[in-house]
């Protein structure tokens, strides 16, 4: 089977898994672990910093000829309000990569391993777990790799202010760090430190697609958070819903990479003739399947 038809094969049928074990009770109540760390993180923040960060950032907004000039503009046509709700969208904005990557790590280190041993019982028993990651460096690539997509974030925010860009360049880097630190951490446990290299350079496109569309994917929280900032009467309401969200789409995320990563190893290594594998365990059901899944009963050609 060509390079290409096997990773998108995998990348679907990885979906409709991931989506799947998304309604299962264990990992709802594993989405609430993320829940309580951002909440008292940002609760936190929001109590100390918030009002002092729309102040000031009102005074810079204020400060800037042009945008003096629209907001005269927009406050001769009758939308007064328009200036003085523009500074917590602002603060908003910048605040959501930051958050976003610790809901990220929290994820990488909290939720990710219990995943990765359900989706192993589940459909993985048998494959042969090499190690090849060890805790410490997990932790030192999922920091490594945040600091750099947090100094992306940071030096690309002027394209922002362009109405076409701020569509594709915040998904694109928060999707390159989704794949690298999700895939990396669904390989550690089963993957010899050749193998996950190996998997990280076959798959990358498909891997990199993936992570940009979680990030898409994680738009929709950041529309509730901004109407908790801006619609304070809701502020206690939507938050903590606009971040349970992004902590259940975080779990789907890392599902998804799961089931990609694991079965393109199993995959690379029926492919190798790598003697002592079983192979693949498909005849495990989702819920409310009641059929074996055939979708990987063979090796790409």
């Not at 995998?10 to 009770?25: K, V």
Request: proline share 6%; with cysteine.
């Amino acid at each position: 089977m060509p390079q290409g038809s096997a990773g998108s094969r995998l990348m679907f049928d990885a979906f409709w898994r991931a989506a799947a074990y998304c309604f299962r009770p264990r990992v709802m109540l594993l989405s609430l672990l993320p829940l309580a760390v951002m909440l008292v993180a940002l609760g936190g923040w929001s109590y100390f910093y918030w009002s002092g960060a729309v102040a000031t950032m009102q005074h810079w907004v204020e400060t800037i000829g042009w945008l003096r000039t629209v907001f005269s503009w927009f406050g001769g046509s009758g939308t007064e309000g328009f200036a003085a709700s523009i500074a917590p969208f602002v603060v908003l904005v910048l605040i959501t990569p930051i958050a976003a990557v610790v809901a990220l790590l929290v994820i990488a280190l909290l939720m990710t391993p219990a995943l990765v041993n359900m989706v192993t019982e589940q459909r993985f028993a048998r494959l042969e777990k090499k190690k090849g990651t060890g805790l410490a460096s997990s932790i030192v690539w999922a920091l490594s790799t945040s600091l750099v997509a947090i100094l992306a974030f940071v030096v690309t925010m002027p394209l922002w202010l362009i109405p076409p860009l701020v569509l594709i360049v915040p998904p694109v880097i928060w999707g390159w760090l989704t794949y690298r630190v999700m895939s990396v951490d669904a390989l550690a446990e089963h993957a010899s430190k050749a193998e996950r290299d190996s998997l990280l350079q076959r798959y990358r496109w498909p891997l990199l697609l993936m992570g940009v569309i979680c990030g898409y994917i994680g738009i929709a929280p950041s529309v509730v958070w901004a109407s908790g900032m801006v619609f304070t009467i809701g502020f206690v309401v939507l938050v903590p819903i606009a971040v349970w969200i992004y902590a259940i789409t975080f779990a789907f995320s890392s599902l998804w990479f799961i089931h990609f990563c694991l079965s393109a190893l199993q995959h690379q290594r029926l492919e190798s003739g790598e003697p002592g594998l079983s192979l693949p365990v498909q005849n495990a059901a989702l819920p409310g399947d009641g059929q074996p899944l055939g979708g990987d009963s063979a090796s790409p050609k």
